[in-house]
């Protein structure tokens, strides 16, 4: 699947160049787990709308993809949601699946190329925060686009975690390690297992940065680009 997919993904690059160039603007949030982008895209959304004055106004996107990609499908979100987590099926389970009769069959491939078509659409359209999604890889091409990622150390994030779902470090520790990984893998998709430098324009600590100095630190480089 990986060839087959990388194939699709250099056609779809050939095709964003020839795109007009007045796509976008978009920013996009990529996040270790436990630092929760879409709280900052949120805050920042609200920020934007409040004091500028758009054509129209900005959005957020994260968990919409999931049941975008489901209805264009024509399937339930629980049958594709794997794929987002970054749990490929294997083979032997892809055969048999497709011949399940209670539920319709739909291939990962399938699934990842809508994704990407779903992302970019968004990216295109513009005046969009992109939560996830592998967005800093997938709305790249766009000359008017903000890639910010969100860090903190492990243990800092499995505290937030713990609090969050009422569970144990121990739990939480271990929950953050493993969507941590499924994250890593879901952006070797999209050809996201690239140098930090080559995907994002800055990246904040949430340990040692408050939510609002990010938010606002991240209004003013979009300013300061000509984002918004």
Same mark, same amino acid.
């Given at each position: 699947m990986e060839s087959v997919f990388l194939q699709y993904m250099n056609d779809r690059l050939k095709m964003t160049?020839?795109?007009?160039?007045?796509?976008?603007?978009?920013?996009?949030?990529?996040?270790?787990?436990?630092?929760?982008?879409?709280?900052?895209?949120q805050l920042l959304i609200e920020k934007i709308n409040a004091h500028k004055v758009?054509?129209?106004?900005?959005?957020?996107?994260?968990?919409?993809?999931?049941?975008?990609v489901a209805q264009n499908l024509k399937v339930n979100p629980s049958q594709i949601s794997h794929v987002f987590g970054a749990e490929v099926k294997s083979t032997? +389970?892809? !055969?048999?699946?497709? @011949?399940?009769? #209670?539920?319709?069959?739909?291939?990962d491939e399938n699934v990842i190329r809508h994704i990407s078509d779903i992302v970019t659409s968004y990216a295109n359209k513009g005046r969009v925060v992109i939560v996830g999604r592998a967005g800093c890889v997938l709305a790249k091409h766009i000359p008017k686009s903000l890639h910010v990622k969100l860090v903190a150390p492990l243990s800092w994030r499995a505290n937030r975690v713990a609090k969050r779902f009422d569970i144990s470090m121990q739990d939480a520790l271990k929950?953050?390690?493993?969507?941590?990984?499924?994250?890593?893998?879901?952006?070797?998709?999209?050809?996201?297992?690239?140098?930090?430098? +080559?995907? !994002?324009?800055?990246? @904040?600590?949430? #340990?040692?940065?408050?939510?609002?100095?990010?938010?606002?630190?991240?209004?003013?480089?979009?300013?300061?680009?000509?984002?918004i």
């Open positions: 160049d020839r795109k007009p160039k007045t796509v976008g603007p978009v920013i996009t949030i990529s996040r270790e787990y436990g630092c929760y982008g879409s709280e900052i895209a758009v054509e129209a106004q900005w959005e957020m996107i994260s968990n919409v993809v999931l049941n975008k032997i +389970e892809d !055969f048999f699946t497709s @011949f399940a009769i #209670s539920k319709r069959y739909v291939s929950k953050v390690g493993e969507i941590d990984e499924k994250r890593s893998h879901f952006m070797n998709f999209y050809d996201g297992n690239r140098p930090e430098s +080559e995907l !994002f324009d800055v990246i @904040f600590n949430r #340990s040692t940065l408050t939510t609002e100095q990010i938010v606002n630190q991240m209004y003013s480089l979009a300013e300061d680009k000509g984002i």
